[in-house]
């Protein structure tokens, strides 16, 4: 029995769609149906299709630094215990922005975002370390973000 779920089938059409999304969220859907081959209409039902089922979200990115975040961090995260409670926790916290469960090192990894090191400093003792099953952690604070697009495409 296989643990990851069975992946949706999308075809050429909706494939290029979500490229195109990528490529540029505020694309209209006359833009996309001109480069697909289809009619605004039918990228617009087939875009609600997409994001309905789940296969994609149409967010605004946003810079961190610039609304006033000036420390990102991402913190590796031992638990003793059930990793998943202990996820589901630490996905709560308003500063978190990615949880992600791992093998190796860490059980989780948190990426958190905070004005300033004071608020790390907070968010790491006050937060994070008092949820019952955190063992340890280890933060990793952003220096520079080189690197980080969304446009990785499918498959």
């Known amino acids: 029995m296989s643990v990851n779920p069975k992946p949706l089938q999308l075809d050429d059409v909706s494939k290029a769609i979500i ?8 694309r209209s859907y006359a833009e996309i149906g001109k480069a697909v081959g289809l009619s605004e209409a039918a990228v ?11 296969v994609m979200q149409i967010v605004a990115v946003t810079d961190p630094m610039q609304l006033g975040f ?5 913190v590796g995260v031992r638990v003793s215990g059930d ?3 202990v996820a589901e926790k630490l996905a709560k916290i308003s500063a978190v922005d990615y949880v ?28 994070i370390r008092g949820i019952p099953g955190v063992q340890s952690t280890e933060t990793f604070v952003y ?12 498959r």
């Open 19 to 26: 490229e195109q999304l990528q490529a540029d969220g505020r």
């Open 44 to 54: 617009r039902q087939r875009v609600q299709k997409l994001t309905d089922s789940g």
């Open 70 to 74: 000036y420390r990102q961090a991402m």
């Open 83 to 85: 990793t998943t409670v």
């Open 100 to 127: 992600v469960l791992t093998a190796g090192s860490f059980d989780i990894l948190v990426e958190v975002v905070c004005e300033n090191d004071e608020d790390l400093i907070d968010l790491l003792n006050k937060e």
């Open 143 to 154: 220096l520079k973000l080189q690197k980080q697009f969304y446009n990785w495409g499918t």
